[in-house]
């Protein structure tokens, strides 16, 4: 089947770097992205990666291992503002279709 | 990127009856998604809405339940028919760039039914 796993929770201190794990199903993998979605809000588009290796945007930064059907999300000089959850997200077989996972809860501790 | 809105924002309903949910992108996009997320859950696929053809349904998900309606490429409706309190829910639209890559949400439409 089509499903990704990752952490229900993750609590951090601000300033500081946290790392989101995300472990897919393997067959038919096409690409895995990240999504951040705050209380009351719609999910908004964080990161995508299609080939190993690492994408960096800003303080995000997203990383894929296909050999390992393994990616993370990294989140740095984390500031209060970035409580929030956060979903990996896959398609498989190049249909369109986009799955999501249970998604993270990121605390933040000042 | 693309804009959505939808609307209703938020609605309560009488169990029995029925409400629609519009979606408009300010672009023609192919390929227009609806999504349900519970109160602190994921978001699960609740079907794929082409134009010009029939909606295709996630396992679950049946079209009596959820009729989809996609007159072109900038428009979909879903109606939540004959509800009950168990779909009580967000009903987020979406739509896609690229195969996989990225999606765009609409703000959702937040839906109790008593």
């Known amino acids: 089947g089509q499903s990704l796993e990752q952490p229900s929770e993750v609590t951090a201190v601000e300033g500081a770097i946290v790392q989101i794990n995300c472990t897919y199903q393997t067959s038919g993998f096409y690409g895995l992205s990240w999504y951040q979605q705050h209380d009351g809000g719609a ?32 989140l740095q000089e984390l500031q209060m503002k970035d409580s929030a959850s956060y979903f990996c997200a896959a398609a498989w077989n190049r249909d369109d279709k986009i799955i999501f996972g249970k998604g993270t809860r990121l605390h933040i501790l000042p | ?22 979606c408009q992108v300010d672009s023609q996009v192919t390929m227009m998604f609806w999504y349900r997320q519970q ?7 609740i079907a794929t809405a082409n134009q010009g053809s029939e909606a295709t ?7 009596d339940k959820f009729p989809i309606s996609r007159p072109n490429l ?25 195969t996989g890559e990225k999606l765009f949400f609409g703000s959702g439409t937040q839906l109790s039914v008593l």
């Open chain 2, 74 to 98: 900038t428009f979909s409706t879903l109606t939540v028919s004959n509800m009950s309190p168990e779909d009580s829910s967000i009903y987020l639209c979406s739509v896609g760039k690229g």
């Open chain 2, 1 to 22: 990127s693309a804009v959505i809105s939808q609307k209703p924002s938020r609605d309560i309903c009488q169990r029995g009856t029925s409400l629609t949910i519009q």
């Open chain 2, 57 to 63: 349904y996630e396992s679950g998900f049946v079209i």
């Open chain 2, 39 to 45: 109160p602190g859950q994921s978001l699960t696929l």
């Open chain 1, 43 to 74: 999910p908004t588009f964080l990161s995508y990666n299609a080939l190993d290796g690492l994408e960096e945007t800003g303080r995000f930064s997203s990383f894929l291992s296909r050999s390992d059907s393994y990616g993370y999300l990294l």
